[in-house]
């Protein structure tokens, strides 16, 4: 979709915008089901990046624990778990730059991502810039999507993260692409970011070719120590017009209610999910963050009389469109001006 368009239906009046997301979704996702998703941590903290939000950056000051890369056998205790609390997407992040292909890690990763694939859930890894070659290996391995985040426009990203470009975000998804590994790829509200930034972010997803399977939409979580620690709290109803505009910009992804669940009100929520989120984190820990009881998702969920979806086991990435330009180089995004 382009900006103008999107700008268009920002400024809807909320109930028509919801009312036109509504339909998309229902078109969509008739049977309106809620994927769960585990997060997990292996690794975490000490990173060498600069992303402002982050507490994880080994440069800022946080309370933050760190941990070397977890073992195998206690990655799996914790994937167990989320299988037999009815997770079924299993999504493990480290607090890398990258990874890089024939080092000790990358191949415990590979052995992890195996073990979690062996257990019939789908896997997702975010463990920052790829290469073709990682890529490849890791699709291999058992990955059914990475998660690599614009988090916001072109151009306010580097208000945002110094010490990586946005053309490389984009690299790395393109390298997931092609190495027939589904894409997640959405951003974070609450970066001291315009609406028009917000916007420009759904721009360029919305222009993958092909379109990223989910859109995480998380809420900054105000880390302590970081340089957004003090930004204020984001208006739910902010988190649910991007939710409308994702859904419609992005029809056949999953859109993810993601981080800052926790401070959302169950009819918050549930406007959240009326407007076209059909997916969520699910289990009381983010990556170093709280979210919801599992307990108190599931009377949420039975509550408003969502049920929830299976694996998805194929692991088919959604397809290029042949007839469209492949996603949108930096140039065309703006990001080469910018980065
Ligand atoms: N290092 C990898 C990377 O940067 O892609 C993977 C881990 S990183 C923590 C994954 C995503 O978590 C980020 O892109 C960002 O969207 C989200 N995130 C991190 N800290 C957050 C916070 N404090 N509030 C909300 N979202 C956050
Ligand atoms: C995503 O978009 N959100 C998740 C996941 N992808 C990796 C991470 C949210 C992190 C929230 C802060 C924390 O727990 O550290
Ligand atoms: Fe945090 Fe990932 Fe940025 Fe590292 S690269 S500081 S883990 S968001």
């Not at 975010?126 to 059914?144: N, Y």
């Not at 419609?248 to 993810?256: G, L, M, N």
């Not at 401070?263 to 989120?277: H, M, N």
């Not at 963050?289 to 509550?303: F, G, H, M, W």
């Amino acid at each position: 979709m382009t900006f103008d368009e999107l700008h268009t239906l920002y400024q809807l009046p909320l109930f028509e915008l919801i009312k036109r997301a509504r339909e998309v979704h229902e078109k969509h996702f008739p049977e309106g089901k809620i994927q769960l998703c585990t997060l997990l941590s292996i690794k975490t903290g000490g990173c060498s990046e600069d992303c402002a939000y982050c507490s994880q950056a080994a440069r800022y000051k946080t309370e933050l624990e760190r941990h070397v890369l977890m073992e195998r056998e206690e990655v799996m205790a914790h994937a167990r778990v989320a299988k037999e609390s009815g997770s079924t997407r299993f999504c493990m992040g480290a607090a890398w730059k990258g990874v890089r292909g024939g080092t000790e890690q990358f191949d415990r990763v590979l052995d992890i991502v195996r073990d979690v694939a062996s257990l019939g859930m789908e896997v997702c890894v975010t463990l920052g810039e790829l290469g073709p070659e990682e890529a490849k290996q890791l699709r291999a391995a058992g990955v059914a999507s990475y998660n690599h985040n614009l988090d916001t426009s072109p151009e306010h990203y580097p208000n945002i993260v110094t010490t990586h470009t946005y053309e490389d975000r984009l690299r790395t998804i393109r390298n997931v692409q092609d190495a027939g590994i589904s894409v997640c790829c959405g951003g974070i509200l609450g970066l001291s970011e315009t609406i028009a930034d917000r916007l420009r972010l759904l721009e360029i997803i919305s222009g993958f070719n092909p379109h990223p399977e989910s859109v995480p939409i998380n809420s900054l979580m105000p880390m302590p120590g970081t340089p957004l620690a003090d930004n204020p709290q984001v208006d739910p109803l902010d988190v649910v017009r991007m939710i409308a505009c994702a859904r419609i910009a992005v029809p056949t992804a999953k859109v993810r209610l993601s981080a800052g669940r926790s401070r959302f009100s169950d009819e918050a929520q549930a406007l959240c999910f009326y407007a076209g989120a059909n997916s969520i984190f699910y289990g009381e820990k983010l990556l170093t963050t709280d979210n919801p009881t599992a307990a108190a998702d599931r009377a949420l969920l039975e509550k408003l009389g969502l049920g929830t979806l299976e694996p998805d086991m194929r692991h088919t990435a959604p397809q290029a469109d042949p007839t469209m330009p492949l996603n949108p180089q930096p140039e065309a995004c703006g990001a080469g001006k910018c980065c």
